[in-house]
């Protein structure tokens, strides 16, 4: 199983960028499989940001979720992330995960700049 993100390496403030995982050798509608989004700022600790489960339902942290949205596109068996209005603070090395019954996988993340 491998997860590829991909997306804007830089984005200026206040803009809005999208971040797709591209995931192979896994339908992301298996049964009981949770795909997210985890960030980690530069000096910081992991940050959980959303996930969409394998029935479509989403769950995002309440701290970004007015700025956060997950989707998906099954034809493609991608998982996509969308942050609004960001700011400096959101550079950060952004990574997709599938959580499963007995299986972990992770991608190699994304490196995303927020700066004019």
């Known amino acids: 199983v491998q997860l590829q993100e991909s997306g804007p390496g830089l984005v200026k403030p206040s803009q809005t960028f999208s971040l797709t995982c591209t995931v192979s050798?896994?339908?992301?509608?298996?049964?009981?499989?949770?795909w997210s989004w985890i960030r980690q700022p530069p000096g910081k600790g992991l940050e959980w940001m959303g996930v969409?489960?394998?029935?479509?339902?989403?769950y995002y942290n309440p701290s970004l979720k007015s700025r956060v949205s997950i989707s998906r596109d099954t034809s493609k068996n991608q998982f996509s992330l969308q942050l609004s209005s960001v700011i400096p603070e959101d550079t950060a090395v952004y990574s997709c995960?599938?959580?499963?019954?007995?299986?972990?996988?992770w991608g190699q993340g994304t490196q995303v700049t927020v700066s004019s």
């Open positions: 050798g896994l339908s992301i509608t298996t049964g009981y499989y949770a």
């Open positions: 995960n599938a959580d499963g019954p007995f299986n972990f996988y």
């Open positions: 969409i489960s394998y029935d479509g339902s989403t």
